[in-house]
């Protein structure tokens, strides 16, 4: 499965997308445009996160990564594989 999401031009809402890898939690405030990267296991709070703004964010389950534009000419971007359920062959956490 794989997941397109933009966030949206007016009406900022309160959802947050969490994703996992090895090491990290990604957190998407789709309703605000904007993400953050923590140590996985940490909590995230408005005090711990250093929030970016993101263009597009694009999460393809089936091979396991996330891709986040950071402009919307999609030049800028940053990749990761991420945890989609089920044992990591890497770390060995279960995933989401």
Do not use: K
Not at 37 to 55: T, V
Request: proline share 7%; aromatic share 6%.
């Amino acid at each position: 499965m794989s997941d397109l999401i933009q966030p949206p031009s007016a009406n900022p809402g309160e959802e947050l997308v969490l994703v996992e890898s090895c090491t990290t939690t990604w957190a998407f405030d789709t309703g605000r445009g904007r993400f953050t990267r923590l140590p996985r296991g940490l909590a995230l709070s408005n005090s711990s996160a250093d929030w970016r703004p993101y263009a597009s964010m694009h999460v393809d389950r089936e091979a396991g990564t996330v891709e986040v534009a950071l402009d919307s000419a999609g030049t800028q971007l940053l990749r990761s594989d991420i945890h989609t359920g089920g044992p990591c062959p890497d770390c060995g956490h279960a995933g989401f």
